[in-house]
């Protein structure tokens, strides 16, 4: 992976497989920080003060391993009511402050940097909050688009995508929706339905980057799962194939690139 450090040092090679839309940006929870949403952790502790908990021993120091997906896991199978009990507070958990200046500027930047010459959009992202769609009504004919919430998956080929990826699942629109907040990708448990035992998240992970030169932004990969694609895909070019190089966008200091 070539990491990017600011606009100028974005290789050409970048640039020109971006106008024959052959990149495909790929957003983490950091492109809503502007918007006042946490992270992973930050998530995780709301989720405990929602719910009037605290974390348990063995909680305490899955927590200290930052293994995120799996505190979540631990907390839902000891709460009354389980895997809802902890998800109906997200909507008020993930409800982006929409009236601060710059909260929707990266997403809007990125809708826009997504579509290519023909004016197909592709984007995919593992976070599973409203901004998106908020701008999408709000600017209902220059920034619509397709939603493909999982696991309701596009094949990643220009032929048969056109739209907005949810990876990880989508909030429902409709809060009263449980369906929707079961198919949310937060714990381990879920990880490993979505990567290892029904795979559709992994299928559609590989092909992606088998097809499309990726471009992270707003997410650090410490996501397990996705590190070992990477290391996959990495073992895959050392043994001679041929797999498109991916980038990810790192903030660094003046000077310190």
């Not at 640039?15 to 998530?43: M, N, T």
């Not at 293994?67 to 000891?78: F, G, S, T, V």
Request: charged share 25%.
């Amino acid at each position: 992976m070539q990491f990017i450090a600011n606009g100028p040092d974005i290789p050409e090679t970048l640039l020109d497989a971006h106008e024959e839309g052959r990149v495909v940006f790929f957003c983490g929870a950091g492109i809503s920080h502007s918007a006042g949403l946490p992270g992973f952790q930050g998530l995780v502790d709301k989720i405990y003060e929602f719910v009037g908990t605290t974390r348990t021993p063995v909680e305490e120091e899955t927590y200290n391993r930052a293994q995120y997906d799996a505190i979540l896991d631990l907390l839902e199978r000891r709460l009354p009511g389980q895997r809802l009990a902890m998800r109906w507070g997200l909507h008020d958990i993930l409800k982006p402050k929409l009236h601060r200046e710059d909260a929707t500027h990266t997403h809007e930047a990125l809708l826009q940097l997504a579509k290519d010459r023909e004016g197909a959009r592709r984007l995919v992202t593992t976070k599973c909050d409203l901004i998106f769609e908020h701008i999408a009504r709000r600017r209902k004919n220059s920034q619509s688009f397709n939603s493909f919430v999982a696991p309701m998956l596009p094949i990643p080929k220009k032929s048969r995508w056109n739209g907005l990826v949810y990876l990880h699942g989508r909030l429902p629109i409709n809060k009263n929706d449980d369906t929707g907040l079961n198919q949310l990708v937060l714990t381990s448990g879920d990880f490993g339905l979505a990567y290892l035992t029904e795979r559709w998240a992994a299928r559609f992970v590989s092909e992606l980057f088998r097809n499309y030169i990726v471009c992270f932004v707003g997410y650090s990969i410490n996501d397990p799962v996705l590190r070992y694609m990477m290391d996959a895909l990495a073992a895959d070019r050392m043994l001679g194939e041929i797999i498109p190089q991916a980038y990810a966008f790192a903030e660094c200091q003046a000077g310190q690139d």
